[in-house]
Nanobody
Framework: QVQLVESGGGLVQTGVSLRLSCAVSGRSVSSAAVAWFRRPLGEEREFVAADTRSGRRTVYADFVKGRFTISTDTANNAVYLQMNFPRPEDKAVYSC????????????????????WGKGSQVTVSS
């Protein structure tokens, strides 16, 4: 059974960096496409960043390019989201996801590409 558990969320001020962690068990992160999505209050879940298995290609939503970085840690079997220069509009519940199917890396921005999800971690950015 694959499980994902997020941590590192909380309240930060605008511009103060934050790092989210996602501990993965039951599957090696090196053999899965992994991603971060977020759900602002009252809105739909949206794609943030992905690290595909295909050459470890990373993909980012336009609104986080140059600010957020996704990375994987094979030694600790974890996925991270480094959030630099966060803004109040980044407030949301952030969830990590893992996809193990052969086509999971083909469409990394789609919810349907991922098989396993964490419960999420709240991030609030004050102005």
């Amino acid at each position: 059974q694959v499980q994902l558990v997020e941590s590192g969320g909380g309240l930060v001020q605008t511009g103060v960096s934050l790092r989210l962690s996602c501990a993965v068990s039951g599957r090696s992160v090196s053999s899965a496409a992994v991603a971060w999505f977020r759900r602002p209050l009252g809105e739909e879940r949206e794609f943030v960043a992905a690290d595909t298995r295909s050459g470890r290609r990373t993909v980012y939503a336009d609104f986080v390019k140059g600010r957020f970085t996704i990375s994987t840690d094979t030694a600790n079997n974890a996925v991270y989201l480094q959030m630099n220069f966060p803004r109040p509009e980044d407030k949301a519940v952030y969830s990590c996801a893992a996809g193990i199917r052969s086509d999971s890396s083909s469409y990394p921005t789609l919810l349907e590409s991922y098989d396993y999800w964490g419960k999420g971690s709240q991030v609030t950015v004050s102005s």
